[in-house]
């Protein structure tokens, strides 16, 4: 019973491995497809986006029949919820490198000339980095590098706020590229969003690994304290 369950178990991991490999390649070419002002570049990935939401549900359902066939206890127990919680989680990865391309589509059609383009680069890096750390850190156990992963999540969201600043500023200057400057603001919040994912997986790996709940915390290093009701 219990090699049976461990075979599935690495099984559903291998599928895991894929679909966060398939998630990173759909932001990476999405932001790409935005660099390069390439909507043909961008369409792909917004037709590629059915493949990843079938992988998700195939890993869903076999969770399922895990918990279903073996009914596992413990860390194997969180082990399975951590797969269920972290391929949801990649999916949203991969919707948001579709929001990307959709941008990126639009961004193209504006003439080079006439705007004046963002560099996401620096944000893609941290933004990339973090999925990728956390990733490892669910592969290996990591808490340790997870936790890093948590605490690097303001560097991203300060450049969103330099962003915003920055759009605002352009669409002042430049009104009738105003749409464009959305497109590139629509972009940034998907990027932040996607470091946001990230540190969710984190907190889902110190879940695992140490069964406890550190979100809405701000250290990772402190239990979440009991809700208080409110006296009526």
């Known amino acids: 019973m219990r090699e049976h369950f461990s075979k599935a178990l690495e ?38 986006d059915l493949e990843i939401d079938c992988q998700e549900i195939t890993i869903e359902e076999e969770c399922l029949k895990l918990l279903a066939l073996y009914q596992p206890v413990a860390v194997d127990l969180r082990t399975v919820i951590t797969i269920l919680k972290v391929n949801n989680e990649l999916e949203r990865v991969a919707d948001l490198a579709v929001n990307i391309a959709q941008r990126a589509v639009d ?14 680069s620096q944000m893609f890096a941290l933004a990339r980095q973090m999925l990728k750390k956390a990733l490892d850190a669910l592969v290996y156990h990591d808490t340790r590098k997870a936790a890093d992963v ?22 002042i200057s430049h009104p009738e590229e105003a749409s464009y400057y959305l497109d590139c603001l629509t972009v940034s919040r998907a990027l932040e ?21 550190v979100r809405h915390s701000h250290c990772t290093g402190k239990e979440v304290a009991p809700c208080q009701k409110k006296p009526s």
Do not use: W
Not at 19 to 47: F, M, R, T, W, Y
Not at 107 to 120: G, L, R, Y
Not at 196 to 208: K, V
């Open 11 to 48: 099984q559903l991991q291998c599928l895991l491995a894929e679909q966060a490999a398939a998630a990173e390649n759909a932001v990476a070419e999405a932001i790409e497809a935005v660099a390069q002002h390439n909507s043909a570049h961008a369409a792909k990935i917004i037709d590629g």
């Open 193 to 213: 969003r996607i470091a946001d994912i990230a540190t969710n997986i984190c907190e889902d790996i110190i879940y695992l690994q140490e069964g406890k709940i």
């Open 150 to 171: 948590i605490d690097s999540d303001d560097a991203v969201d300060d450049i969103h706020k330099d962003n915003y600043g920055k759009v605002k500023a352009m669409m």
């Open 107 to 120: 961004m193209a059609s504006f003439p080079e000339e006439k705007i004046e383009k963002f560099d996401f």
